[in-house]
């Protein structure tokens, strides 16, 4: 069974940095692209960022581009999100997806 677990959230202030981290196991990892989704108070769930099996290429939602980078090691299973020059509107749960599923999220606020 397919398992997802995201960590690394937390609280910040604006134009500081987090690293998150999905960890995957249930299924194998290298043939699935990964995609970061947040979703906002009041909003609906959106991807922020994806990768390709290889790691080789990414996309970026347009609010993200140039401050958040997407990563993953076929190796240990596991993929990042760095977000950087985090703003009050990148507060959200942020979800890993991969293989039809997503973790339970982890919280990231960004306040002053």
């Known amino acids: 069974q397919v398992q997802l677990v995201e960590s690394g959230g937390g609280e910040v202030q604006p134009g500081g940095s987090l690293r998150l981290s999905c960890a995957a196991s249930?299924?194998?990892?290298?043939?699935?692209?990964m995609t970061w989704y947040r979703q906002a108070p009041g909003e609906e769930r959106v991807p922020v960022a994806t990768?390709?099996?290889?790691?080789?290429?990414?996309n970026y939602a347009e609010f993200v581009k140039g401050r958040f980078t997407i990563s993953r090691d076929n190796v240990k299973n596991t993929g990042n999100l760095q977000m950087n020059s985090l703003k009050a509107e990148d507060t959200a749960v942020y979800y890993c997806g991969m293989a039809g599923s997503w973790g339970q999220g982890t919280r990231v606020t960004v306040s002053s």
């Open positions: 990768v390709s099996t290889t790691g080789r290429v990414t």
């Open positions: 249930g299924f194998t990892f290298r043939d699935y692209a």
